[in-house]
């Protein structure tokens, strides 16, 4: 997709990926940036502004787990853009101790927010199509152990995006998906690991963890918006030291039809 002149949504804006994205966003030539996240970095926010004063670009406070917030965020935004062209789901926890709000946060609120946007943006309603990003993980490709819940809810962004991507879906909707999948990525969601996993017992994969390279969050989000430059639907990427390999999807089952 080209992204000159499009109006953008970004969950999680303020994250630690999701702060480089932004940036990597407004350096192309978009008309509109709309940020959802719980609270506000009103010093980064104002520097955006200043920077990039042909692109509009505002904050609406989020909190993802309430539907509520999500669908007064998107009727905001919908009201002061007119549409919007391409969303990124990018609001993310690892903390496997909080079981309920890890799965709230990491699969819900991404399903809910899909759901929404696809509202606003389905052709069949009166939409313009567009391009929905959903940002799983390396740990919702291969089961992650250390993190059991968090690779369970990041399986499940990675099989509810391929399932909305269903070729049938598209041709009704317009609407383009694509799976982001990042590997270790230097920022605050890796912090504190230890008091993180699943268990509290020692085992010895919290050590081969803390010993797993990191990539920079600047080149995850520049291979990111390329991806949402070049990619098309379906397309599920893995994002891996600041390399981009597109990731071959095995056909396990297939239904057996009568005759």
Known sequence: MDLAGKNVVYLGGFGGIGQKCVQELLQRPIKALAIFDLNANEQL??????????????????????????????????????????????SGLMNDRLVELTIQINLLGV??????????????????????VN????????????????????????????????????????????????????????????NKTTFTYDTPMLAMFNRVKRQKAEDCARNLVSAIETSKNGTVLMLEMGETTEVDMPVMWKPQLDN
């Open 111 to 132: 399903i809910n927010s899909t759901l929404t946007a696809l509202e606003y943006m389905d052709k069949a309603k009166g939409g313009k199509g567009g391009l929905i």
């Open 45 to 90: 926010l104002a520097k955006w502004k200043s920077q990039h004063p042909d692109t509009d670009v505002f904050y609406h406070k989020l909190d993802i787990t309430q539907k509520s917030d999500i669908d007064a965020a998107y009727k905001a935004t919908a009201e002061r853009f007119g549409h919007f062209d391409v969303v990124v789901n990018g």
């Open 135 to 194: 940002i799983s993980s390396v740990a919702g490709l291969q089961p992650t152990a250390i993190m059991a819940i968090y690779s369970a809810a990041k399986t499940g962004v990675t099989t509810f995006t391929r399932a909305m991507a269903n070729p049938y879906f598209y041709a009704h909707s317009g609407v383009g998906f694509l799976t982001i999948c990042p590997g270790f990525t230097d920022t605050g969601l890796l912090e504190d690991i230890g």
